[in-house]
Structure formats: C-alpha cells, structure tokens
C-alpha cells in the first residue's frame, strides 16, 4: 500500500564500463531509502551497462538518489518516451536485430519478417539510429511522474 507523497519515476541508466559491477542501485534502496524495479537490464558489447528502472520513493529521497547516480558517473534520463515502430516504413531488413541489446527486435523465421516485443525493450534508442528507412521511432508518453 502507497503512502501519500510517495512517487515512482522510470529511469533510463548508463553505465560506464568502469561502474558496471559495482552495486550502485543497491545504495538508492539502502541510502536513499528507495524502493527499485529493474524493468530491463542489460551489459552492451563494448561492456557498458544500460537499466530502466523504476523508483519509488519521496520526492526528496528520489532527487537525492538521482545526484548520487550522476555522482558515480552514470548517466540518467527520464524515461518520459517509448520506441515504436512505424510498419509503413519497416522494410523488415534487420539492421536494428543487430543492435538491440535486450532481443526486443527479433528476425522471425522462416519468414524473415522482423518482429518488435515492446516489453522486451529498454529504450536504449540503438535501433532508432541503425534502421535506414527509420521506422523504429521515439514517441513521447507524457508520463514522468504518478501516485
């Protein structure tokens, strides 16, 4: 059960290589006095780490935990936006299964159409780039804070 005056925000978080094994969102819980849910996780080729999170706590305690997060040198954005894919532009070529981290993008065989899991997806936005005919777009959801 939710007190008042407890919010939850969803994060998106980068690592640097150098921070990726250190037991940083363990502090927001145990320093902060933050409640966390990892939605997505996931360690990059070139060994940096990328994390949507939720956290849930007061608003103080939930500022507080993000300076400590930029303090380790990670990189924090709200997650206020979505990937979606643009069917009419899709010509289901593959090029964003290469990047996608977290296997929401997915070559689907034997009819070689390319399928996109939106719960699978971290919004890491390394598809938006990669797809030529730029059908994997970032949409705003217009949904930063709730109760």
Known sequence: M???GVYSKILILRFPKTEVHKPIVYHLARDY???FN???A???PRK???MALE???TKKNLSEGVQFLKAQGVKVKKASQEIKRNLKKCTDCGACTAVCPTGALAVQRPDMNVIFDQKKCSLCELCVPACPP???EVRPTHQTFFE
Do not use: F, K, P, T
């Open 38 to 40: 990892i939605l997505n």
């Open 134 to 136: 730029r059908a994997m």
């Open 33 to 35: 006095d933050l409640v």
């Open 55 to 57: 956290l849930s706590g």
């Open 42 to 44: 996931a360690v990059l």
């Open 2 to 4: 939710w007190r008042s």
């Open 48 to 50: 940096e780490g990328i």
